[in-house]
């Protein structure tokens, strides 16, 4: 009989880490005076943290949650989507209508090294904002590694 691997291990952010990034997180949102809805997903796109901002557009909620699952599922920051899509017609006009794609800026993966352990999502701004309030949270890993260097 063929020696087969039945599973594989795979590593997922710690609700310890999600909290420490959602800090960073909204730390930078007060920063910038804007009211964002924050999500954060382990590796499989189920949801580990989740704050709506007082006054944070009611569509905020769902679309923040859509990034970080878009970014995990895909492992891709979501305003990638935008330049390997824009000139492939059958692409462009197909992928967009997958549930839960996101293919604009605030949606990042969240990794150590090179492995992924979830995703981030941020809306309530231009997508230009979203995307500063998820580096902030992205940060966090850097300061980490650093000190376990």
């Not at 293919?103 to 090294?113: C, D, R, S, V």
Request: hydrophobic share 45%; with cysteine.
């Amino acid at each position: 009989m063929e020696n087969l691997k039945l599973t594989v291990e795979a590593n997922t952010i710690s609700l310890d880490l999600a909290d420490k990034m959602m800090e960073a997180a909204r730390a930078k949102a007060k920063e910038m005076g804007i009211n964002f809805s924050i999500a954060i997903v382990d590796r499989v796109g189920n949801l580990k943290e989740f704050a709506v901002m007082d006054g944070a557009p009611v569509l905020s909620a769902e679309v923040a949650q859509n990034k970080a699952f878009s970014a995990a599922a895909y492992n891709r920051a979501t305003h990638e989507w935008y330049d390997r899509i824009k000139d492939d017609p059958p692409l462009l006009h197909g992928i967009v209508h997958t549930p839960r794609l996101v293919t604009f800026g605030g949606g990042y993966p969240i990794k150590l090294g090179d492995e992924l352990i979830g995703g981030i999502g941020v809306s309530g701004g231009h997508y230009s904002h979203d995307m500063e309030v998820c580096q902030a949270a992205l940060s966090v890993l850097e300061n980490l590694e650093i000190k376990n260097a």
